[in-house]
């Protein structure tokens, strides 16, 4: 199977140059399906640390790259929103996060923040043993105890610490809740949930998302819950967040 992928149709969420080659690496089997980016294009087009496939591949074999806590061992490994990319040698530490044109971007993020990552609850279902499973937006599972299992709806979010895959916040989709969107026009906007309309049809549900500076309406499953931690210091709800605290 070839390891190529044409860059005029690579998913609009990469930060690829479409034009300025026909090819760009093609993503490895993992989390994200399509949408995940391919680690070496992230190191090597992204942030610049390596020119090459194979020095990509060098920065993983010497153990230079964590993904979510874990060691980087694959360059074509994809990487996708809200991973937490490490660089414990430089003591570097980045979320991926997309931006205003709906591309995933790198957020430098503080050593205390890479612990663990934000994960959309996509499904939930009872299992075997009593358990819950809730579905993640990147394809994972996690089983959860059933005291707790009813505090967590799809739509919510979640941070799983890396350690041992714990839930070490929850955050609940209803209205007031600070979202942001992560997909059509109004990728990387950040606002509070001003009001939500289920519809009764097979339409998407939408939301209406107050940013601070004006209103936008989005479908349901565009938006993820988040916390103050994704909120930039010159963003207009900064001061509202920090008197929150």
Do not use: C
């Not at 360059?75 to 997309?98: C, K, Q, S, T, W």
């Not at 358990?131 to 937006?137: C, Y």
């Not at 309309?197 to 479908?219: K, L, M």
């Amino acid at each position: 199977m070839t390891r190529h992928q044409k860059r005029l149709s690579v998913p609009r969420a990469w930060p690829v140059a479409r034009k300025e080659a026909a090819y760009t690496v093609k993503a490895g089997a993992g989390p994200h399906g399509e949408a995940g980016v391919p680690l070496v294009i992230l190191l090597r087009d992204v942030l610049g640390y390596v020119n090459t496939a194979r020095e990509a591949s060098i920065a993983v074999d010497t153990d230079q790259v964590q993904i979510n806590g874990k060691t980087a061992t694959d360059p074509d490994r994809p990487i996708g929103m809200f991973d937490i990319l490490a660089f414990p040698g430089r003591d570097e530490y980045y979320r991926v996060f997309p931006d205003e044109g709906g591309r995933l971007s790198l957020t430098a993020i503080p050593a205390a923040s890479a612990d663990g990552k934000l994960a959309k609850i996509t499904s939930k279902q009872q299992v075997t043993g009593g358990r819950t499973q809730l579905g993640l937006h990147d394809g994972e599972t996690i089983a959860v105890d059933q005291d707790g299992a009813g505090t967590y709806a799809p739509g919510d979010s979640i941070v799983l610490g890396f350690d041992d895959e714990s839930v070490l916040a929850h955050f609940v989709f209803e209205e007031g809740a600070l979202v942001t969107a992560v997909d059509g026009k109004h990728a990387g906007r950040i606002g509070h949930i001003e009001h939500f309309e289920v519809v009764r049809s097979s339409a998407p549900n939408t939301v209406v998302v107050d940013t601070g500076e004006d209103r936008f309406e989005t479908v349901e499953d565009y938006v993820v819950v988040i916390d103050e931690q994704f909120v930039d210091n010159d963003h207009p709800l900064a001061a509202a967040e920090g008197d929150e605290q």
